[in-house]
């Protein structure tokens, strides 16, 4: 080759590289967004079995609630046994409305019922990511759920009846801060699907929003976190707050544990500080409720 051709193929392999380059840097940036949704959404804790030291989203976690037993499916870029074979749209289906790619209804034990009020642009973000991870080929776990809860086909109704389907709407007159702040804690980090009540048939009461309950996920009492004064966190100053997110140390000096010490841990002490100023704005603006989840009996 000589040189006039060499630099001409220079030229040529320096063009392709420019012209690609600022896809790439999209496409990190989008990764790199996609870990901060993950985290936020702690996608890791239900879907992956750290109790028995399994694969990050590969399944197997244990979740014991009234209706029985239900084990997070594989969610990594597996084809065969996690979502690898998922396009974009089949992922927004399942976190908007709650079905599979192949059109069974999922139980509400997957948070889809928050995760509807989602952005699409936060969805398809947060594939990205998942995507990024390795896959692995491990099989999911069957639920073991109590007659008559395991027919799918029931979901169709219970929609009907409890499901709303998203996006986010902020509540009228919220100022930006609380506006971001609703949509982490009812969309991403969907704290509502532990601390708040539930109907017999499983749907959270939104009339005791954030009040909390004795008896929730895996049997935990899980605390009211609504901004009522003697019950709830009505008298916790901002940087008590702050603590607790940061490093799930209460005012008292008592550390969370069980569901919430994996929250923090995963979840709200990655939150930049905006987003964790913007979460404490939101919960002191739901309605203050009482209720005293640790002298319930």
């Given at each position: 080759?000589?040189m006039k051709a ?8 320096t063009?392709?590289?420019?012209l690609?380059?600022p896809?790439w840097?999209?496409a990190?940036?989008?990764v790199?967004?996609g ?11 239900c879907?992956?079995?750290s109790k028995n030291?399994?694969a ?9 609630t009234p ?10 870029a ?19 409305d709650?079905i599979?790619?192949d059109g ?5 034990v997957?948070?889809y019922?928050s995760f509807t009020?989602?952005?699409d642009?936060d ?13 692995v080929?491990k099989?999911?776990?069957p ?6 809860f ?5 979901m169709?109704?219970w929609?009907?009846?409890?499901f709303?389907?998203g996006?986010y ?12 702040g609703?949509?982490?804690a009812?969309?991403?980090a ?5 601390h708040t ?5 499983g749907?959270v ?5 954030f009040?909390?309950?004795?008896h929730g996920?895996?049997?935990d009492t ?5 901004p009522h004064?003697k019950?709830g966190?009505?008298n ?6 702050v ?6 140390e209460?005012?008292?000096?008592d550390?969370v ?6 929250v923090?841990?995963?979840g709200?002490?990655?939150?930049t ?10 919960l002191r ?7 005293d989840?640790f002298?319930t009996h």
């Amino acid at each position: 080759m000589d040189m006039k051709a060499r630099r001409i193929s220079l030229i040529a392999v320096t063009l392709v590289a420019v012209l690609a380059f600022p896809k790439w840097v999209a496409a990190q940036d989008q990764v790199a967004r996609g870990e901060y949704l993950f985290n936020t959404a702690g996608c890791a804790g239900c879907h992956t079995d750290s109790k028995n030291n399994g694969a990050l989203l590969a399944g197997g976690r244990e979740l014991k609630t009234p209706f029985g037993t239900y084990y997070g499916p594989n969610i990594t870029a597996d084809p065969t046994h996690g979502i690898g074979t998922w396009s974009d749209e089949d992922f927004i289906r399942a976190l908007r409305d709650g079905i599979s790619p192949d059109g069974n209804h999922y139980f509400p034990v997957f948070p889809y019922t928050s995760f509807t009020k989602m952005t699409d642009a936060d969805m398809r973000t947060l594939k990205a990511y998942i995507f990024s991870l390795p896959p692995v080929a491990k099989p999911d776990i069957p639920h073991d759920i109590n007659f008559p809860f395991g027919f799918r086909f029931t979901m169709f109704f219970w929609k009907l009846l409890f499901f709303d389907k998203g996006p986010y709407t902020p509540p009228p007159g919220a100022t930006p801060e609380v506006a971001r702040g609703g949509y982490i804690a009812e969309a991403l980090a969907h704290c509502g699907e532990c601390h708040t009540p539930r109907n017999m048939l499983g749907a959270v009461d939104q009339s005791q929003k954030f009040a909390g309950l004795a008896h929730g996920p895996d049997g935990d009492t899980v605390p009211n976190i609504t901004p009522h004064d003697k019950t709830g966190i009505g008298n916790w100053t901002d940087d008590e707050l702050v603590t607790l997110f940061r490093d799930g140390e209460m005012p008292l000096g008592d550390e969370v544990d069980g569901g919430m010490a994996e929250v923090v841990r995963n979840g709200t002490s990655k939150l930049t500080e905006q987003d964790l100023t913007a979460l404490i704005a939101y919960l002191r603006s739901v309605s203050a409720i009482e209720n005293d989840v640790f002298h319930t009996h």
